[in-house]
């Protein structure tokens, strides 16, 4: 039976999404070879402080800025979930709707990675989902495996996948490491040029920049 195609996921507060998120996910999809890249606003992120910008105003962002891009997919989900927004339950609930088949990838940055042990049920997403970890290049992998807590490092020695292929071996539970060009760039950079009147262009996508000047969102 021809396995199922793989679908990968990039959730955030997008607040704002930028070109640092954007290029993150097409890398990562090229590099792995997946058609289809589900961008998923966090509703009530649980890790950190409320967005700036309301819940309805980050998915319409995030909305303008993948138009266009035919791999980039808006899902809503935890935009309309009334609970805090843990990746384990969108994975889970993703799994009911989708063929068991279908191998699932995760895309996180390397800081985000280091810090998995921090997150609800953390362990269960490797028996819901592939994580893509994003790396830059020139970044010393040896110190960043030194610096994983003691669980991620010996879950990263039998769970790493070396071949993009390996993603369609199995629906879930393998772990890849793949370098990308790394821009500069960070949400709270822009909200602070916002806040200070100086020029957004080239951090994010003019349709983005037009929306959040349009309704004042970090002003």
Same mark, same amino acid.
């Given at each position: 039976?021809?396995?199922? $195609?793989? !679908?990968?996921?990039?959730?955030? /507060? ?19 070879? !997946? ?7 966090? @509703?009530?992120? &649980? ?12 998915? +319409? =962002?995030? %909305? ?10 808006? #899902? ?8 805090? $927004? ?6 889970? $609930?993703?799994? /009911? ?10 895309? =996180? ?27 830059? &290049?020139?970044? $010393?992998?040896?110190?960043? +495996? ?11 020695? /039998? ?5 993009? @292929? +390996? ?5 879930? @539970? ?10 500069? !760039? ?5 909200? #602070? ?7 957004? %262009?080239?951090?994010?996508? #003019?349709?983005? !920049? #037009? ?9």
């Amino acid at each position: 039976m021809k396995p199922s $195609s793989p !679908i990968a996921l990039l959730g955030g /507060t997008f607040d704002p999404i930028h070109f640092g998120h954007l290029r993150l996910a097409e890398e990562l999809a090229e590099s792995l070879n !997946i058609g289809q890249v589900r961008f998923i606003p966090a @509703g009530q992120p &649980p890790h950190r402080g409320q967005p700036r910008a309301a819940a309805n105003h980050r998915l +319409e =962002m995030v %909305r303008r800025a993948i138009a266009g891009n035919p791999r980039f997919v808006l #899902d809503e989900r935890e935009f309309h979930r009334q609970k805090p $927004s843990y990746s384990v339950d969108t994975l889970a $609930s993703l799994r /009911t709707e989708l063929p068991a088949s279908t191998p699932l990838v995760l895309f =996180m940055g390397a800081d985000a990675f280091l810090g998995l042990t921090t997150w609800h049920e953390w362990r269960r997403l490797f028996d819901l989902a592939h994580i893509a970890v994003a790396q830059r &290049p020139g970044f $010393s992998s040896a110190a960043w +495996e030194d610096a994983l807590p003691d669980p991620l490092r010996r879950l990263l020695s /039998t769970r790493r996948g070396e071949q993009a @292929g +390996e993603i369609l071996e199995k629906p879930f @539970g393998r772990v890849f490491l793949q370098n990308i060009t790394q821009l500069d !760039i960070s949400a709270s950079q822009i909200r #602070d040029r916002a806040l200070r009147g100086r020029s957004l %262009r080239y951090l994010l996508p #003019d349709a983005v !920049i #037009d929306y959040l000047n349009e309704n004042r969102l970090y002003v």
